[in-house]
């Protein structure tokens, strides 16, 4: 059986591609900043202690440890005229627009309660948005390569998200008229408010196109499986385990990296707000490699997709130091020039595993559902996010207050070498180490374009005579 037999399988139009994907977009507008604006917005803008911050977003990043796999069973579990998915992510609209406000346009007295209180809100509507979602997306179709597609469309969505996240701050700063703000960057007060308001504004828009364009598969009703019993049958899924340390590693790694990376751009590199440009160009090379790794997937696999990029990306990353050791001092103003070529590398390849990764992620559902009897889709995209969240707050939790061990002061510009050295090693070396961990292991994944077929036809035939033997509530 060739790729031809793929042409049989219905595709979803373009406009439905679309309508899907954009959800995403507002969601980066807000995640990112989440991740990257608010150490230093919360830390050197508004004065808190910058260990708090860390503690505070590792703790609030805790609390998806309960919601994410609740929101995921009520959601698989949820039968409605409107579907399964719907209501929950309607419920998650309005909850991440206020806490967006709330977070990025403070007011009154800003204290660490204020940022737990929002920080926590503005998680728990971001779960109750992309559990769902993601979930959606996994049963929009069953087919390798489709699936592939459908990802794709949500990851370019997302880079152009970031992509806004990025320039917003920029805009709104110069906008605002005020040169104190435009120094200091994008964790100013005018430049950060603007992501608060685009949230606003944004979301309940998507969300309505997304509503009334996507449809939402028709799934039996099944007995449900215990909770135990169900968490150790999805231990029990090779694949799934070899998704999750995957995954376990590549949040430790990423969460390490992002929650530094102003900080490096300012007193490591020395290039300022410079180093906002270095970012955009990263995901504007994503949006730009974004397709190539959809038909790569399709062609070498997934998993071998993922390996592939992944390595190209490090390989660029290792010069990093020799960017900050050898360069800067000889020619620093050829620092950012190193570093945007860098950036462009990593960037192509920054697609491949938002791309591939829930692809197979849908693939790991249908064996699930074999193995449990139950279509629980919503459940194993919560109980991986439930796990990779808890490792992104232990890196940005771990990473900010090492720093402040190691005498790194976000608001002084004369920090010791040994502290700029724990930054660099933060930035860039320990997120590396994480990295090549992560590749590692997903190259075991065992699931390729033709086992894949296999568990597909069989999950068919056995969804078949469920419907045959059971009714479905009507509509």
């Known amino acids: 059986m060739g790729p031809k037999d793929d042409e049989t399988v219905p595709k979803l139009t373009r406009w439905q591609l679309v309508a899907y994907g954009q959800l995403v977009m507002p969601l980066a507008v807000i995640g990112l900043p989440v991740a990257v604006y608010i150490p230093p917005f919360y830390s050197s803008t ?47 609209v309005p909850l991440m627009v206020v806490s967006a406000l709330m977070l990025f346009v403070p007011q009154g007295e800003v204290t660490n309660l204020y940022l737990l209180i929002w920080i926590a809100a503005i998680y728990f509507g971001y779960t109750l948005i992309t559990i769902p979602y993601g979930a959606w997306g996994a049963e929009l179709s069953g087919d390798y390569q489709e699936r592939n597609r459908i990802t794709g469309s949500r990851e370019i969505f997302l880079l152009i998200g970031l992509l806004i996240a990025i320039t917003a701050p920029i805009v709104g700063a110069y906008m605002s008229g005020d040169a104190s703000d435009t120094e200091s960057g994008a964790a100013s007060r005018s430049a950060v408010g603007v992501l608060g308001w685009l949230t606003a504004g944004l979301l309940p828009l998507c969300a309505l196109v997304m509503f009334t364009s996507v449809p939402e598969p028709k799934v039996p009703v099944t007995d449900t499986i215990p909770f135990r019993r169900g968490l150790r049958v999805a231990m029990k899924n090779g694949p799934f385990r070899i998704v999750l340390f995957s995954s376990i590693f590549g949040a430790l790694a990423g969460s390490i990296n992002i929650g530094v990376v102003i900080f490096f751009f300012d007193h490591v590199a020395g290039i300022g707000a410079a180093g906002t440009i270095l970012i955009f160009v990263l995901f504007l090379a994503g949006v730009v490699g974004s397709p190539f790794w959809v038909w790569m997937g399709g062609r070498v696999g997934k998993h071998t997709a993922i390996a592939i990029a992944g390595l190209a990306s490090m390989f660029a990353f290792t010069l990093v130091p020799a960017v900050i050791y050898l360069v800067k001092p000889a020619a620093p103003e050829a620092v950012f020039w190193c570093l945007l070529a860098i950036n462009v590398v990593q960037g192509l390849a920054l697609g491949a595993a938002p791309i591939l990764g829930p692809s197979i992620m849908a693939d790991v559902v249908d064996l699930d559902t074999i193995k449990s009897g139950e279509p629980r889709a919503a459940f194993l995209f919560a109980f991986l996010g439930m796990v990779r969240k808890t490792f992104e707050a232990m890196g940005v939790g771990l990473a900010l207050p090492l720093l402040a061990w190691a005498g790194f002061n976000a ?20 997120p590396l180490i994480l990295w090549l961990i992560s590749i590692a292991i997903i190259l075991r994944y065992p699931i390729t374009h033709e086992r894949q077929r296999r568990l597909r036809a069989g999950l068919e035939r056995r969804l078949a005579r469920r419907r045959a033997a059971r009714p479905q509530p009507a509509d």
């Open 46 to 92: 508004l004065g808190l202690d910058l260990a708090a911050v860390g503690f505070i977003l590792m703790l609030a990043r805790i609390t998806d440890v309960i919601t994410d796999p609740l929101i995921g069973r009520l959601s698989d579990h949820t039968h409605t005229r409107w579907g399964r998915r719907r209501p929950w992510v309607a419920a998650g």
């Open 411 to 430: 608001q002084s510009k004369e920090n010791s070498p040994e502290a700029l050295f724990a930054l660099l090693a933060m930035y860039c070396i320990v």
